[in-house]
Nanobody, 123 residues
């Protein structure tokens, strides 16, 4: 089992920044990739970004490219989602997830999930 704990959400004005963290514990050796997803009220969960646990380039959904940066600190078993130039449409619950097989933009292919952290961007 892998346990994931997100932190760093909050309320920010449009144009501001937040950094989300996701700390992994347990059988972290089984993680191949980490991803971030978000779910706004009344909407489906959507892919935000993913990165291989071993490193390399992250993959982003188009709406956050150039604004969000996903990185990982393997020594700390933690991934970070730096979110800049935030927009009201970024408001959602953000979830961290772990995939034991490959990088994916499909939430159904992730094995482990955190509890989510709320991000609210005011206009």
């Amino acid at each position: 089992q892998v346990q994931l704990v997100e932190s760093g959400g909050g309320l920010v004005q449009a144009g501001g920044s937040l950094r989300l963290s996701c700390a992994a514990s347990g059988r972290t050796f089984s993680i191949y990739a980490m991803g971030w997803f978000r779910q706004a009220p009344g909407k489906e969960r959507e892919f935000v970004a993913t990165i291989s646990w071993s490193g390399g380039n992250a993959i982003y959904t188009d709406s956050v490219k150039g604004r969000f940066t996903l990185s990982r600190d393997k020594a700390k078993n933690t991934v970070y989602l730096q979110m800049n130039s935030l927009k009201p449409e970024d408001t959602a619950v953000y979830y961290c997830a772990a995939n034991s097989r490959y990088r994916s933009s499909l939430y159904s292919e992730y094995d482990y999930w955190g509890q989510g952290t709320h991000v609210t961007v005011s206009s």
